[in-house]
């Protein structure tokens, strides 16, 4: 199964599988790709935020008229921090942003129950590194892509440049189909 992308300087179509890493500085403009990214050629689509709480994410995709019928969140913020949250059918929680085997048996579960065009919005990795540590969210990115793979779905895992040197941006790099790179002015250069 293809998926269209709708990303400056990126192939117009890729395969069901494809993980895609976004690197940005920090201060980059994400929201924008990220968004096109889950509202094009999509049925459902889960937003996992090591980030942002869910009520923030849901501003997102409403600020960016992103169909939230399609939408389901993994908050991994709110339980952490003491902030009140509301379960429902398509915002959950784990217990903190380092509950790695939480994030991603509820990719897994995603994938598993819908059907048709997956689409995975992972921000952040670089919080997952924080909370984690590196090897912990390396080895999460490697378990994640293999359930891309398996469910024909696709990802873009979202990977801020300047808290992290230089050879652990290369080890991401290496794992990924495809590579954003978001500049300081929001010009992309891509390699896929």
Known sequence: ???RLEIDDTPE???GGTGILLLHPSTGETDRIDTDFLKTDTDNFLVVSTRTTAREVKQKLEHYD???ERAEILDTLSIERGYSRRSSDTVHY????????GIVDHIDG???DNDGKLRLSFDSVTELAYYAGDDAALEAVERILELLEEHD???LFHLSEEPHDGSLVDD????????IDLNENGT?????
């Open 188 to 192: 992309v250069e891509t390699e896929f």
């Open 66 to 68: 992103v169909d939230e």
């Open 153 to 155: 779905a696709v990802g």
């Open 172 to 179: 991401f790099r290496e794992r990924f189909d495809g590579v």
């Open 1 to 3: 199964m293809d998926y």
């Open 110 to 112: 995603f994938l598993a």
């Open 13 to 15: 179509t890729v395969p």
């Open 94 to 101: 784990v217990a903190a942003p380092d509950d790695v085997d």
